[in-house]
């Protein structure tokens, strides 16, 4: 891409941009088990919900356009789990293979990082999903599991591969 890329923090205005990048993922892709993508107003919620949990949001703007976005929201909702986030990447396909992914990733990291969260999860859709599962591998993610058969979606069974990535301190220290 000759047009910069910059990654920031998203704004209310992103949202038809995202709400529209996801619905292709849902509709197509098999990162998301979601069948139905949501509406624009689900997903100005959702950011909502993240962004005053205090969970990090960030866009890859590309010349006023959206080109992909990731965040980082509760890992589970019990309390015991307040240090753990899970992250979501998504790029537009017209986009992949240019680095977003990465600088994204990347980003998202710094930020749960500076925020004081200590371990991220990702949760990849698909087993088949090797340049995500390769993306969270370069950046320091390493395979916990992968639980077998249990997304049913485009007519077919589809794993779900754990990955983590101790983030800052970690378990070294206490919270």
Do not use: C
């Not at 789990?81 to 240019?98: F, G, I, K, L, M």
């Amino acid at each position: 891409m000759s047009v910069p890329i910059t990654i920031r923090p998203v704004a209310p205005e992103d949202i038809r941009d995202i709400a529209a990048i996801y619905a292709h993922a849902v509709a197509y892709g098999t990162a998301s088990f979601e069948i139905e993508p949501p509406s624009e107003a689900e997903m100005a919620t959702r950011r909502k919900m993240l962004v005053d949990g205090g969970f990090p949001y960030l866009v890859a703007d590309v010349g006023g356009r959206i080109a992909g976005y990731a965040y980082a929201g509760p890992y589970r909702p019990r309390f015991a789990y307040r240090h753990t986030v899970e992250d979501s990447v998504y790029v537009h396909p017209r986009a992949h293979r240019h680095g977003i992914g990465r600088m994204l990733l990347q980003g998202l990291i710094t930020e749960a990082e500076e925020r004081g969260f200590r371990q991220m999860i990702a949760v990849i859709g698909d087993s088949a999903q090797l340049p995500s599962i390769e993306l969270h591998r370069s950046l320091g993610f390493e395979p916990v599991g992968t639980l077998s058969n249990i997304g049913f979606k485009h007519g077919r069974w589809l794993d779900s591969v754990l990955m983590q990535r101790a983030l800052g301190d970690g378990a070294a220290t206490l919270p």
